[in-house]
Structure formats: C-alpha cells, structure tokens
C-alpha cells in the first residue's frame, strides 16, 4: 500500500474511532491510550494489518482493546502491584530469542495450576509482561512456547490458554509471529481444534505443534532448555524479572570490572600503560591510515579514469564507489529525551565473507546536562564496545566502536541495550563517579534503548560499518570516522569537477585545432591558385 494511502487511512480511523466511539464511553477508557490512539501512528497502523485495512473492524478491535485495557489497569501495572507468588510460580516469563531473533513469551504449563480464584491476577501477569514488552520494544513481534512437558490434568486451563491468545489477537495487534506448542499430550488433542478456532483462519498457520526432535527448526538449541533437547541452563527465579537479559560486553582491553566494585590501583596502573604504547603505536600506524585514504580516494575515482575500459578491476571499483556511497546516507536516528542514537534498530554487520566487524553507534546529547551512558549487551564474550561506560557533554556527540571479539559471529538474536541518564554535576567525571552515579541513580529516571543485530551479506549496508580489512586502521584510533568518510566524499566531487573541466577543456581545444588546420587548409586553397 502506498504511503498515501496509508496516512489516509490512519487519519480516517482516528477521526471515525473520534466520532463515533469516544463520545458514548468515554469512562471506558483510558485517556492515555486515546492520547497515544492520536500520536502514534505505529500503533494505529498495527490494528490496521491486524484487520486486513478495513477501518470498520479495526474500529471495532481498537475499542475492544481500550476498554480491556482500562479493565485491567494496563498502564499502572507495575512489579510492586502485583502479588509475589505470581512471580515466583515462573509460569510465565521473557527470555530468549528464537531464530529469526524475536523475543520468547514462555508459558510452562506444568508450573501453573487451574484456581478460578486466582484467575484475574493471573491474567493481570500476562497484561503486566505483554505491556512491559510493548513498551521497551516498540511493536517488535513476539513468539510464544507453550511448554506442555510433563502437564497433568490439574495444568489444563482452557480458559487461560484462551485469554492468552485473545491478548495478541484484540489486545496486541500484530506482535504475533508465531505459537510454538511442545509436546501436546494425546488428551489435548480435541481441544487444539478449539484453539485453532479461536487463532481464526488467518492466524492458524502461526501454530506450529513440536516435540524434541522438531523444535529446534524454530528455536536454536543455546535458547532451549534441556529436556527441550536445548543447552540452555538458564533457570527461572525471582527476584529481579528475568526479562533483562542484557550484560556488560568487553571493552577494548578485556572484560570490564563488576560495576559494584571499584578498579584496584594495579588494574589502572596496568591501563595506563596500555594507553602509553597505544599511543606510540599510533604514531606509525597513522601513515598506514594515509595510504589507506589515499588508496579508497583512488578507487572511488577509478570508475571515471577508467570508464571506456570494461575490466574486472573497474568492476571492483565500482562495487567500492557504491558502497562509499551507501556509507553517506543519512543513518535512521532514534530521538531520545536525553541521546539521539544512531542507529535507530539494527546494527549492520558483514558476513565472514565481507570480513566487517565492526558498526558505529553515534550518541547525540540533546540535554543542557551531562548524559551518562553505558552499553550492555546479551552476548558479553563476543563483542567489544569502546566506550562501554562514559558521558557525554551537552550538545556533543560521541562515536561508540562496536566490533566482534576474536573468531566469534554475529547472531540475530544479539541484542544491545544502551541506558542513559542525566547528571547534575557539569565537571569531568570519572570512572568512580560513574559508578557511584549508577547505583544511585533511580529505576523510572534511566533512558532505554535497544538495538538488534543484523547480518549484511550484499556489499550494501544501510548503517555505517568499518571494514577493517579495506581501511586497515587500528582499533585504537581516535580518528573520526565519520569526518574521514566525508573528506573522502567531498574529494571524490571535487575530483568528478576537475575531470568533467578537464574534458570540457579537451573538448575546446580539440575544437580550436580543427579551427586551426581549417583555416590552414582554406589558405593553402586560396594561395595555390594565385601561385599558379
């Protein structure tokens, strides 16, 4: 559908659900959600697909969704408002991502019980996680394991099982990717045409029915538990929530120290003096760095100079001129209150045949304060951040350097978190005072944002990635990527410019020699007859 039409169709459903809706049950919902309905076009888009683009039913979903949301409390649901026991039962929980890197809804069966008593707050659970979700990801899908080993008769809650499905049916458009049920006993077997019906037709083919020896087509085995036939040995407990799985990555010399101790003198004697040969190191390397720029510069124009000649060597060119090219397109940013990160999802990483390891995250205070930062992440052994735990200084940005650790490979279900959160001080800050600043710093005051990995095979990335191998540059520069990219660019206009008034000024004096010999030829013409 096209972008058009799109907007007019969002601007129709909100001014329809405006008109028609709100007017007559206006107690029924909450007055956050008609404000969201009206700012966030996500959102409204989401109900759309849900409903194949009939406003009609969408209308109808949209107000559903709101009055369950207002039954349930669904924005005031916190960890504190619910009761303890819910959690600690571990029936339902976050963790994990299946293969193609979208976030794992666990329901063990076994560990819940059927009580029609405890049936709302139960469901209140569901709401509480499935929100928690919504909210840190920003309508990235889910995929839901029904873990049915080891399930009894007393485990069997129909009702529940229902309700769950409703939640991304109605509640949650279009967060669905699919249902995975492991081992469905034999007595369940009736009942799975019920939950096929209650999916619909359009949503029966995200049922996939496994066992030990099919799961893993839909869930890699380091996210499986073992009697999954998986390699997981995560184990559910409580406290905290086990949705944040995010830890700190390595920096650039080796694993960071935990955040609740502080550095000895020895380990900071020993930096020192790693930042003292990097130094001097640097000062040889930076003619490398010279030939290096000098040797893109050159392939950038190569498909000029050479373009009459059709070699594989100007066909090398010009997959380099183009992925040049790619690398000055404006980055997705994500506007934060306190960064602008860039970029705004995924991190573009090559394959081992490109050999890029390394992406850039860009972070841009937007604040008159301070921001500190840190970098976590869900695969802390095989990725280096530089910086991994900084500030950065009002109106400034500040390049962070994220590469692959040694033979490792990205995985889709790699996962960046970086927090954030203002300072009052204005001076230099220090590791310490990070430290301190972190363990006191309030929960509801710390910005989140997540990025996810992906893997580039054509030469075409869409976020900015350094190819070590092409720009051969110490990982310890402290050389501005991104200024040298754009010195590289503007030397490539200036250099088209010179060729193109080069071949204007060939063009004229090839002209003005064949004046000339004109001339010279129409004299000669003049002269022989008179001489005769």
């Known amino acids: 559908m096209a972008e058009q039409d799109k907007t007019a169709l969002i601007r129709e459903t909100r001014e329809r659900f405006e008109v028609e809706y709100v007017p007559a049950k206006t107690d029924k919902y909450d007055s956050r959600d008609l404000e969201r309905l009206q700012q966030d076009d ?20 949209i107000d559903e969704s709101f009055q369950w949301r207002k039954e349930y409390a669904v924005h005031d649901l916190t960890e504190s408002s619910l009761p303890k026991w819910l959690f600690d039962s571990g029936s339902l929980y976050l963790h994990g991502y299946d293969k193609e890197g979208h976030k794992i809804f666990w329901f063990r069966v076994k560990l819940h019980t059927k009580d029609p008593k405890t049936q709302f707050e139960k469901k209140k659970l569901v709401a509480f996680w499935l929100e928690r979700y919504a909210k840190r990801e920003n309508g990235k899908p889910l995929t839901v394991v029904f873990d049915m080993a080891e399930t009894g008769l007393s485990n069997i809650d129909l009702d529940f099982v229902r309700y769950i499905i409703g939640c991304f049916k109605v509640y949650y458009p279009n967060y669905l990717t699919k249902i995975v049920i492991f081992e469905l006993p034999w007595i369940m077997n009736a009942a799975f045409k019920l939950v096929k019906s209650w999916l619909g037709p359009e949503a029966v083919n995200l049922l996939k029915v496994t066992n030990k020896n099919d799961v893993q087509e839909y869930i890699s085995a380091e996210y499986l538990p073992p009697h999954m036939g998986g390699t997981d040995t995560f184990k559910y407990s409580y406290p905290p929530l086990v949705d944040d799985d995010f830890q700190t990555p390595l920096c650039e010399n080796g694993p960071l120290t935990n955040e609740d101790e502080t550095e000895s003198k020895e380990e900071i004697d020993i930096d020192n003096k790693e930042s003292l040969d990097t130094n001097e190191e640097q000062v040889p390397s930076s003619k490398k760095a010279e030939e290096a720029i000098q040797h ?29 090219k790619n690398a000055k397109k404006a980055l997705t940013t994500f506007k934060g209150p306190l960064l602008h990160i860039s970029p705004a999802e995924e991190l573009h990483f090559g394959s081992k045949e490109t050999g890029e390891k390394k992406c850039l995250i860009v972070l841009t205070n937007v604040t008159k304060n301070t921001v500190a930062f840190k970098v976590r992440t869900t695969a802390p052994d095989k990725y280096r951040v530089k910086p991994s735990n900084s500030s950065c200084e009002p109106g400034t940005s500040l390049d962070i350097i994220v590469s692959l650790h040694g033979g490792c490979a990205v995985s889709l279900q790699d996962r960046f978190l970086i927090m954030a959160a203002e300072m009052e001080q204005s001076s230099v800050v220090g590791t310490q005072e990070l430290t301190q600043f972190w363990k006191e710093i309030p929960r509801n005051k710390v910005m989140e944002h997540r990025l996810r990995c992906h893997v580039t095979e054509s030469s075409k990335p869409s976020t900015l990635t350094l190819n070590e191998n092409t720009l051969n540059i110490p990982a310890k520069s402290n050389e501005d990527l991104h200024l040298q990219l754009t010195q590289l660019l503007q ?11 080069c071949v204007w000024f060939q063009q004229l004096t090839l002209l003005l020699v064949f004046l000339l010999v004109a001339s010279t030829a129409f004299c000669f013409y003049l002269l022989y007859p008179s001489s005769s």
């Open 491 to 501: 030397a490539n206009t200036r250099l088209r410019e010179q060729i193109d008034r």
């Open 42 to 61: 996500t959102w409204v888009e989401n109900f759309l697909l849900w409903r194949h683009d009939v406003v009609d039913d969408t209308l109808k979903m």
């Open 296 to 324: 893109i510069s050159s392939s950038i124009i190569c498909p000029l100079a050479n373009h009459a000649e059709q070699t594989p060597k100007s066909e090398e060119c010009d997959k380099l001129d183009s992925k040049t």
